[in-house]
Each structure stands twice: as structure tokens, then as C-alpha cells.
């Protein structure tokens, strides 16, 4: 029955059974719960990770021992929270972020979480701010969850700039159900899977839009 369903891609959870898992394992304290609710208070894009996979970065940020991060796409900073939580105390985190108004709301809420130590939020369009923060590398662990379109440009900047056992993880990976269709932006998510798939040992995790992890060879 469920086995061959499963493994084909169907999915048991509904909205109800997402929201039952969410709330016995990822349950948001005010400090993630200001940065997860600012899209909606401030009229920003309500593009940020879910709940669960907000978690699931945490504790990989956790379980890798990483020191230095990266993130492309800060937003309000829910996911960037949930990677500085995890880093060691002279950890950092450099997110890179294009909109003023997203640095702004994002910063507030990681100064007020009493982070603003650990992260830098970097203003700057994707490829220039990884550009800029390069010299701080190699780095542990990086996280996209930007433009689609130059999912493939941070993919290589990504391989080039981690240690080798470094973590890449990767948002948006089913490309919102579009990773099949004829575009360019599609063509570059899957470029991504790609290159991600040539230089690491890796795995698109079924969370429901796909998160790619994996850790660079040697
Ligand atoms: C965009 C980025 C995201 O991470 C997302 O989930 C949706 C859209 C974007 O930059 O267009
Ligand atoms: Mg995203």
C-alpha cells in the first residue's frame, strides 16, 4: 500500500498534518515568531522557509559544528536566526541581501534576538555581496534561498567558496513545481541540482517545495 505511493512522490501530509508536526517539534519562541510574522506586519513577500524546514537548518547548522555561514536571501531573517542560534558563539554569519527595506526589518530582529554580533547582513545584489564576503571564506556551511535565475551562479560560488566537507543546502529546489518547465529560470535550478550532485555526496530532502543538502568532497 503507502510504500510504492511514497517513495512515487505522493504525499500523506495535508495542511492539518503539516501543522500537527510543526507545532510538536518546530512551536516558534517571540524571537523566530517576529521574524516568521514581519512579511505579513510589514507588507514584504511571505517567501520564507516553513516552520519545519527552519528547524531542519538549525539543526544541521548544529549537527555540522559549523562556525562560518552563509546565506543568499535574508528577507525579514527567519532562516538567518535559525542558522546564528546554532552557531558557536565566535561564529558568523554573512546573509546577503539586496532590498533595504529586508536588511532593515531582518536586522531589527536579529539585533533584538541578541545576535547582531554573529550576523552581518550584507546589502548588496547576490553575486557582488558573495564577491565582497569571499576573502572571509572557506566557509562551513551555505544556504540559498534567493532568485532563481542564478541558482547555478551560486551554486559554483558555493562549491568554490566552502571547505571540503562543507554543507551546501539549497531552498526552493522543486522550484515552486516548475523545475521540469522550459524556461531559463528552471534551467538554472536544475543546473544547480547539477553541479550540487557533481562536487558533493547530496540529497534533495521532500520537504514540500525540496531542500538540496549536501557536503562537498575532498
Ligand atoms: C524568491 C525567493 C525565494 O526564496 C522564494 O521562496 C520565493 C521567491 C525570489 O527571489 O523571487
Ligand atoms: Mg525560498
Redesign the pocket.
Known sequence: MADDDSRAGIRYADPSIVRYCDDAHAALDSGLLAAFSAPKQTGI?A???GKSEGRLLNLLVRLSGAKRAVEV?T?AGFSALQIARSLPKDGHLWTIENEPLHADVARQNIVDDGLGDRVEIVLADGPQGLAQIAPNGPFDLVFL????ERYDVYAHWAIENLRPGGLILV??AYF?GQLLDETDEAAAVRAMHVYVAAHCDSVCIPTP?GLVLGIKRS
Open positions: 513577500p517567501i520564507m522557509v536571501g528577507l534561498d534567493a532568485d532563481k531552498d526552493n515552486f517545495d
